[in-house]
């Protein structure tokens, strides 16, 4: 049976649909770490894997809640013999990036200038530059392993658009008495059980688009728990606030709820900002705590990216000179107009309006005429 041009043609794209997915499911993930940074090159290919497990088979479902896409496992070495392993996930956008940082920071690290933020422990380096988190390992370190690793960081691929903004609340966290690389950023309910919250995931409600930073703060009565529940709204944040006070008030909890914890809850609210101190029984210190949280709304005005016509500096000027040459025209015209009107009366109306020729009585006081006159005269008008 012979077949025409199109049906070929046609059982051709069949053919290639039917074997294109094969093909994508079995490559390989794009690579995004560069071959060679800072005298360091690459051993060997690198291994890309799509599944959270590969990074961390025991907190794999945390890394899905922060919005992992992609890893990166790759072994560097140096002329003079050291090793680097990177392990390098990758996230939906920098706060994915961000809350698998403060998870996987540990109290113990000391802060380093690299990426957008790093801590370091012994070999152990942890950073992380927008939606990529790096965990790098050295055999050996050098004074030059952090300048080494900062310029790593800058050949990372940044994500376009909003998705490389930082969560703004974190920012909210006070500075005074709060305890170093504490801040936990928690975005789902397994997050929120693994870092131990005073607060349940039942009320917290993640489904309502609430974020959660949480911070330890040393206070006059010991260790207290500063937690911060963002909601998209103030109307949802004052709801979750009533639910909260209703379930701290109530003796026994409901069956499909987890138990508040036994210490003390105190709970205020700050615009959208539920603020919740725990882990201290002093009301006084608790209310400090609670009250050096102000949410603050920022009003951003987006201006065009691109030249304006009623912006431009040389629009601006030829209108000033064409307001000057119209004001020109005006008072010629004004002129032109006072001057004719004159002429046209004088020629048909002389010697009636502007030349009169009587001359117009004023009124004189004639002090001349009085000048040589003797002073008993003056006297006289004095009396």
């Known amino acids: 049976m012979k077949l025409s041009r199109r049906t070929l043609i046609l059982l051709s794209w069949l053919a290639v649909l039917w074997v294109a997915p094969g093909f994508a499911a079995d490559s390989p993930a794009k ?19 799509k599944d959270p497990a590969a990074a961390d088979s025991v907190n794999a479902a945390l890394l899905k809640e922060y919005g992992f896409t992609d890893l990166v496992l790759a072994n ?24 698998a940082f403060t998870y996987y920071k540990m109290p113990q690290m000391l802060n380093e200038k690299i990426g957008d933020l790093g801590t ?6 942890l950073f992380y530059r927008g939606d990529i988190l790096v965990d790098g390992l050295f055999d050996r370190l050098s004074v030059m392993s952090a300048a080494e690793l900062r310029e790593l960081a800058g050949l990372l691929p940044l994500p376009a658009g909003s998705n490389g903004n930082l969560p703004g609340l974190p920012a909210y966290l006070p500075r005074e008495s709060y305890v170093k690389n504490s801040a936990k950023y928690v975005v789902g309910p397994v997050g929120l059980e693994k870092i131990g919250a005073p607060l349940p995931s039942q009320l917290v409600d993640f489904s309502a688009g609430a974020e959660v930073v949480l911070g330890e703060f040393e206070t006059a009565a010991g260790r207290a728990t500063l937690m911060l529940i963002s909601y998209p709204t103030p109307q949802m ?3 979750h606030l009533r639910r909260i006070d209703d379930a701290r008030q109530q003796k026994g909890q409901p069956p499909d709820s987890a138990p508040l914890t036994s210490t003390p809850i105190f709970d ?8 919740v101190v725990a882990g201290i029984s002093a009301q006084d210190e608790a209310n400090s705590l ?11 005005w987006n201006q065009p990216a691109s030249p304006n016509k009623r912006d431009n500096i040389g629009n601006l000027v030829w ?30 109306l002389p010697a009636k309006i502007f030349d009169r020729p009587q001359d117009v009585d004023f009124i004189s006081l004639h002090l001349a005429d009085r000048a040589g006159e003797s002073p008993n005269s003056q006297s006289n008008y004095l009396n």
């Open 31 to 49: 690579t995004f770490l560069p071959q060679q940074f800072g005298g360091w090159r690459l051993a060997g290919p690198a291994t890309a894997s």
């Open 76 to 99: 560097y070495t140096r002329d003079d013999g050291r090793k680097l392993t990177i392990k390098a996930a990758r996230f939906a956008d920098t706060s994915g990036a961000y809350g």
């Open 120 to 125: 370091s422990l012994n070999e152990r380096v």
């Open 237 to 239: 944040a004052a709801d």
């Open 268 to 275: 205020r609210r700050t615009g959208p900002i539920v603020v």
């Open 290 to 300: 609670l009250n050096s949280v102000n949410y603050e709304a920022n009003v951003t």
């Open 319 to 348: 209108n000033a000179l064409l307001l000057c040459a119209i004001l020109m025209g005006f008072s010629l015209i004004a002129g032109v107009a006072f001057g004719g009107v004159r002429i046209l009366v004088k020629r048909f």
